[in-house]
């Protein structure tokens, strides 16, 4: 099977994109950027080719009857899963490396203590790893490095109370560990063996499909054995100068982000997207062709990175914070758009006794104020409007956002795509297909 | 994009720029010795500047934005605005005007590390920035000497009437000239400023004939990197002398080979072999990564065919010459007629003729983040000229001489954002042409 990537190399995130030759989206991956932008995109792309195996294999148990009332039910868990089972190796990696970094000649005398404690909080973290993948659980994030770091955190505080080894020595640990294991290549190879350790773990918890084992063995292993050729990638984003791709092979993520939202809502004639370290004002003609731009210049405030900043601050997940500020029942105005003074007014706000839902409110009006203005100077908002990046995630966000349009421009249907953050890469990817299908 | 680009680690230099390098490091040496032969020094900005008067008094001519850009491009205007700064100056001060002040709380040595002299006389003749009448007060007052001020009305109405010029004629005879006699002990001699004249009026046909060779495709000449050499000698202390005049036939004869050739313009990696978009550029380049920056653009074969920059010290190609029959009209219609004196409509109409008569593929605008005076009306100036030519406009921020405001990863992701927007809109209409 011939397919087109497209990869979204952002400053927060790296986003993959899998298309097949009738420009259907096989699968996403998204990951963390890390300091690694090669490995963040290969990271990406084996995420969206795994996330093409889970779309192939749904494709192919529609014509299972016996699963036919189950089916959403079956691939929810089937995903969890699997996602369980890559946690666990990517655990065990950890582990390692931990262990290694604790072997080092600098703990001196506390080297046997603090691996002794290492091995039980390891234990802890594996048997913990089933709670977090159950359908319907919560995670703060879906990278390694958050959900494993605040599971360690967490079992590392409790066990350090009854201990001579201090909280700070073990995340220590982590802090060098990480690294290596997030700059580790994707084993690929075990893909297999975890897809079917998924699918046994699966049918055991499913009553009814206990028996089914064997019967759905043979159509995942199908899916697995379909090659998938990788038949031309475009890279993207900021990082896309530092991909070992020709020219040919790159292109901006103004006119990605342009094609991307004019693919996922035809109607789109201005598209907003702020990431991580950018916000961008498009206007796209009628066929996704972007008409005109303009960007944040010389200063990233009031781009996602402040909601991450502010999240640190305030202790909270960057998830947490929409939610959050949806809560506010009361307009608190935060003028400054930089971000580090952003952060002494949320304290300064705090110590005057406004409520954190009320400022983290006002936070977000902050930022979609410096949006209005990079809008404005684009040439405003027509309708359709797409808002896309990591930010269109964020229901407060979007919310003030949709206040501001009515408010500047009147009546415009404003579209938030649930896929929005790889709005970046599905214009890549229908490059890539493009260069080679025209 | 370049040939010979990547062999060779020597920086290609046209023959009329080691000729330039010459003239403007011999006029560094003259000014550091000025006052040693007993010469008398004279400082004036570029726009409005009154060169082949100058010339009549046998000043050594001075120009701080020629040395502030050059310490830019020496790399010492960090500091030297730094050294501003301390001394009370606001970031948001013009940069020329701080690495001015700093240079000279440094010990006054110039670009090229010889101290420049304390100038005799300030002539200020300031065309359409206001700045300039504020950095000469502040520089009067670090040198207490004298200052001959001409006012140059603003072309509101994008006209030059009979009334602003006789204004400007008034004032440069009953007070900058006597001014400059008094100072530099010279009786004025209208012969000598004629003789001076001609040379002027010769040397700028040479450059209008360079800077329309752009029309060509390809173009033999980048407008706007290249350009800004090309306008060197006749924006500053040598408009009027002979050796400007050999510079301008020297370079001229050097772009018709090149033209003759088919030959794209000189770039520091060699000479540029394709070009695959052609821009219309307004606002100065950045001075403190001026190679980078270049490079961004020839890297990607984009070659700039107009600007409105190399206009900042007087526009010709509309016509207009330095003319010895009619020497004080003609500098009040110089100074007028600057492009820094234009109203935002006139730079707009302007703009869209070179758009239009250069077959510009899009129009790029490099705001300076420190000039109050002309960033402001860019982006109206950049959507009315989209509008009317129909080709897709940019939109980029950087500064003159203060390297903290040149982030070469966001330019240049910019850059390429716009560049890869225009060919996507440039293969949208060859295909619909075919069609």
Redesign the interface.
């Known amino acids: 099977m011939k397919t087109y990537i497209g990869i979204d190399l952002g400053s927060t995130t790296t986003k993959a994109i899998v298309l097949d030759e009738e420009k259907t989206i096989l699968g996403r991956g998204i990951t963390n950027s890390r300091s690694n932008y090669q490995i963040a995109a290969d990271v990406a792309k084996e995420e969206a080719f795994l996330d093409a195996r889970f779309f192939l294999f749904r494709k192919l148990l529609k014509e299972v009857p016996a699963l036919k009332d189950q089916l959403d039910e079956f691939l929810l868990n089937f995903e969890q899963d699997f996602r369980l089972e890559q946690y666990l190796e990517q655990l065990k990696e950890l582990r390692r490396a931990s262990m290694a970094s604790a072997g080092d000649d600098r703990l001196g005398k506390n080297g046997a203590e603090t691996r002794a404690l290492l091995e039980a909080v390891f234990d802890t973290l594996h048997d913990e790893a089933p709670g977090l993948y159950e359908p319907g659980s919560t995670r703060k994030s879906d990278f390694f490095r958050d959900i494993a770091g605040s599971q360690y955190s967490s079992a590392s505080e409790k066990a350090t109370r009854t201990s001579t080894i201090g909280f700070d020595a073990m995340l220590n640990v982590y802090d060098r560990s990480i690294i290596d294991v997030e700059n580790l290549v994707t084993n690929t190879s075990n893909d297999e063996a975890k897809f079917m350790s998924a699918l046994a773990r699966t049918c055991k918890r499913l009553d009814n499909l206990s028996n089914m084992l064997d019967q759905l063995r043979a159509p995942l292993k199908s899916v697995l054995d379909t090659e998938m050729e990788e038949t031309y990638v475009i890279g993207t984003g900021y990082g896309r100068a530092t991909l070992p791709f020709s020219k040919e092979h790159i292109r901006s993520e103004i006119l990605c982000h342009g094609l991307g939202a004019h693919i996922m809502h035809p109607e789109t004639a201005t598209v907003l997207d702020i990431g991580g370290q950018d916000t961008k004002a498009i206007q796209v003609d009628s066929v996704g062709i972007v008409e005109s731009f303009q960007m944040n210049d010389r200063c990233a405030a009031g781009c996602g990175r402040y909601l991450g900043y502010i999240a640190d601050e305030m202790n909270l997940g960057l998830h947490e914070l929409g939610p959050m500020a949806m809560q506010s029942t009361r307009k608190v105005r935060i003028n400054s758009t930089c971000t580090v003074f952003a952060g002494a007014e949320l304290r300064d706000r705090l110590s005057m006794g406004e409520k954190r839902e009320d400022i983290i409110s006002g936070l977000h009006r902050a930022i979609i104020l410096r949006a209005m203005s990079i809008l404005s100077r684009s040439g405003g908002i027509h309708d359709q409007f797409t808002f896309t990046g990591g930010v269109a995630k964020n229901e407060a966000a979007v919310a003030v956002l949709q206040e501001l349009a009515f408010e500047n421009y009147g009546e415009v249907t404003m579209n938030v795509n649930p896929d929005s953050i790889y709005t970046g890469a599905l214009g890549a990817a229908t490059f890539a297909r493009r260069a080679v299908v025209h | 994009m370049t040939t010979a680009a990547n062999q060779q680690s020597d920086v290609q230099k046209e023959e009329s720029m080691v000729l330039q390098k010459a003239m403007i490091s011999a006029n560094f040496d003259a000014l550091s010795t000025a006052h040693e032969e007993g010469k008398k020094v004279s400082s004036t900005f570029v726009p409005g500047n009154l060169n082949e008067l100058l010339m009549c008094f046998d000043f050594v001519r001075n120009l701080p934005e020629i040395n502030a850009l050059q310490s830019a491009m020496r790399k010492k205007s960090g500091g030297y605005i730094m050294e501003a700064e301390r001394s009370g100056h606001s970031e948001d001060v013009c940069t020329y005007v701080k690495s001015d002040l700093g240079m000279m709380a440094k010990g006054q040595l110039g670009p090229t590390g010889k101290p420049l002299p304390i100038p005799d006389v300030l002539l200020l003749s300031y065309t359409g920035c206001f700045t300039f009448m504020k950095w000469f007060e502040l520089v009067r007052d670090q040198y207490d000497c004298e200052t001959a001020m001409l006012h140059v009305p603003y072309q509101a109405n994008g006209e030059i009437t009979q009334n602003m010029r006789d204004f400007v004629i008034m004032q440069l005879k009953e007070q900058v000239i006597p001014t400059l006699e008094r100072v530099s002990g010279i009786k004025f001699d209208i012969d000598r400023l004629r003789e001076n004249l001609r040379e002027s009026a010769k040397a700028e046909d040479d450059l209008v004939w360079v800077l329309q060779s752009a029309k060509n495709r390809p173009s033999p000449i980048d407008a706007y990197f290249g350009g800004i050499y090309y306008c060197g000698p006749i924006f500053s202390a040598f408009r009027g002398s002979e050796d400007a005049t050999a510079y301008y036939a020297a370079l001229r004869k050097e772009v018709a080979k090149r033209l003759e050739q088919g030959l794209g313009p000189i770039t520091p990696e060699g000479v540029m072999d394709e070009e695959r978009i052609r821009l219309v550029v307004e606002g100065p380049p950045n001075w403190t990564h001026f190679r980078d920056f270049w490079k961004m653009f020839y890297d990607e074969g984009v070659v700039v065919v107009a600007s409105s920059y190399t206009k900042v010290g007087g526009v010709y190609d509309y016509g207009f010459r330095h003319d010895p029959e009619n020497p004080l009209e003609s500098l009040a219609d110089y100074c007028l007629g600057c492009y820094t004196n234009h109203s935002l409509p006139a730079r707009v109409d302007m703009l869209c003729d070179y758009m239009n008569e250069y077959n510009a593929d899009g129009f790029l605008v490099n705001s300076i ?1 420190s000039c109050n005076s002309f960033s402001a009306g860019q ?1 109206l100036m950049l ?1 009315e000229i ?1 509008e009317r030519t129909g080709k ?2 940019g ?3 950087t500064d003159l001489v203060d390297p903290r ?1 040149f ?1 070469p ?2 330019v ?3 850059l ?3 560049f ?2 225009i060919e ?2 440039k293969a ?1 209409g060859d295909a619909r042409t075919a069609a």
């Open positions: 983040k982006l959507r989209e897709p406009a939109f980029i921020e405001y982030s990863a966001n240049k992701n910019r390429e954002s716009y890869q927007m996507q809109k949208r």
